[in-house]
């Protein structure tokens, strides 16, 4: 019994680092340094990173990586405890059991390594999850500094509803509104003072200072406009 609830758990746990590192890229992390920040998470290792930067930076990857290490203590000493167990009770049968664990885990790393199946999990798992993804993180939009009545900076993070989306700053033409770009994470990057060519795309957080109307008015729509009104109040 202890060694089917030990590879129950050890496979869900596999499980949560292949659908968080799917929500991770799709809030615009690359996958492959996504999994390493959630097995750092799991594992409690610690790396201090520039994408760990970017994790802690972004309101929904912090909530996931928070979520994470809570998961990750009881799960540590769930294992440990429930191995100790094997080996306690089962003692004679140990052979056979390192060799179902060394099982499992070269399953899980053939599957891991399958083009096909890790293709249709990722459609799957984004298919999922993208629209409550798009409900909650792409309506973010908070008011970092009120400097004067007309002037604020703002952080917000650009949806693909948005005129702005696939057009570059130039393109954009937000200075004419004076409206002025500060900062944008695109998740893999962080761009202090974005140039008149950069692509603004799906899932950006930017950072801009400008007027308040044209904020309100070029960035959000309706929906957005009324909530921000009532945080700035």
């Not at 019994?1 to 292949?18: A, D, G």
């Not at 798992?125 to 993180?137: V, W, Y």
């Given at each position: 019994?202890?060694?089917?609830?030990?590879?129950?758990?050890?496979?869900?746990?596999?499980?949560?680092?292949?659908v968080f590192s799917i929500v991770f890229k799709m809030t615009g992390l690359e996958l492959?340094?996504?999994?390493?920040?959630?097995?750092?998470i799991l594992t409690h290792t610690g790396f201090t990173t520039r994408e760990s930067e970017l994790v802690v930076q972004h309101p929904l990857r912090r909530r996931i990586a928070s979520l994470l290490m809570i998961i990750s203590y009881v799960a540590q000493a769930s294992l440990i405890t429930l191995l100790l167990d094997m080996f306690y009770i089962n003692s004679e049968g140990l052979v056979s059991t390192l060799i179902i664990i060394g099982a499992t885990l070269l399953f899980i790393i053939i599957v891991?390594?399958?083009k096909y199946f890790t293709?249709?999990?990722?459609?799957?798992?984004?298919?999922?999850?993208?629209?409550?993804?798009?409900?909650?993180?792409?309506?973010?939009?908070?008011?970092i500094l009120n400097l004067s009545p007309n002037f604020s900076i703002y952080e917000f993070v650009l949806d693909a509803s948005s005129p702005m989306c696939?057009?570059?700053?130039?393109?954009?033409r937000l200075k004419d509104s004076f409206i002025q770009v500060l900062k944008i994470d695109k998740g893999h990057k962080v761009i202090d003072f974005p140039t008149a060519d950069t692509v603004l795309t799906e899932g950006d957080r930017m950072v801009v200072y400008g007027r308040i109307d044209s904020i309100l008015k070029i960035i959000m729509n309706k929906s957005k406009k009324s909530k921000t009104e009532k945080r700035v109040s």
């Open positions: 019994m202890s060694l089917i609830l030990f590879l129950v758990l050890f496979c869900t746990l596999w499980l949560m680092i292949e492959s340094k996504s999994r390493f920040q959630i097995i750092s891991s390594r399958n293709g249709r999990f990722d459609r799957l798992t984004e298919k999922l999850i993208g629209k409550s993804m798009k409900k909650t993180d792409g309506s973010h939009v908070d008011q696939n057009k570059t700053l130039r393109q954009a």
